[in-house]
């Protein structure tokens, strides 16, 4: 069975909760993996989930440990999350650089795919940061050097380029509206843009090294991406197609 690792899609969320001359606070652990994870599984994935904060001690370190995985997919993670483990953070010591494997891991054949989020890209007042890390060299969009979020209350609807790719085969021409996603450039030397969401990227792939990577530059899960879309045919059919076109499996 094809194997997949989905790293991020989690939060700890901390609310304050004022009422006239009191207040209270919560607490709670979110996870969004779901829809993603499930799509995964419905394709013939055996599906590996981490969370973001389990990330930065367990994440895989050496292109070796990710090399058991056809595709590892980055989603609503930053880049701090994978360059600052705690041997490194707490300790002062040297430490593998984690963007680094996974760069290493696309070169020497794996799978690589990041979707959007407000911790994927450039990320909310750029703090995802990935343009400055090795992993911005096996993307096949070039990122911008500030917060690239695009959000758009009304709905964008995206619109396919090149029907004929593997990737975007089956999917249906009128797309669903989505909120928002991160805005990012194209660049004909590292992939081709497959569809296109208010005139930028939504998705593209290109070959690195022996390996291959691919991008989704909204949601898979909420905000930006809406119920319409996670419950529908075309979700299933995209992520299938994403993971077996990176993995080498079409």
Known sequence: MKKAFVCGESYIGHTVHI????????????EQVRWLRGALENAGYEVTYMPSHAALTQFPDTKEKLSQYDVVILSDVGANTLLMPDRSFRESLPAPNRCEAVKEYVLHGGGFIMVGGFMSFTGIEGKARYGVT????????ALLPYDDRVENSSGIVPRTLLPGHPIVKGLPQDWHYFIGYNKTTPDPLRGEVLAAIGGDPLIAAGAFGQGRSAVFTSDCAPHWAPKT???SPA???????MANWVSKAV
Do not use: C, H, R
Request: net charge negative.
């Open 229 to 231: 879309f996670l419950e």
């Open 235 to 241: 979700y299933q059919t995209l992520w299938k197609n």
């Open 19 to 30: 009422k006239g001359a009191d207040s209270m606070e919560t607490n709670g652990y979110f």
């Open 134 to 141: 090795p992993i911005a060299d096996i993307l096949p969009v």
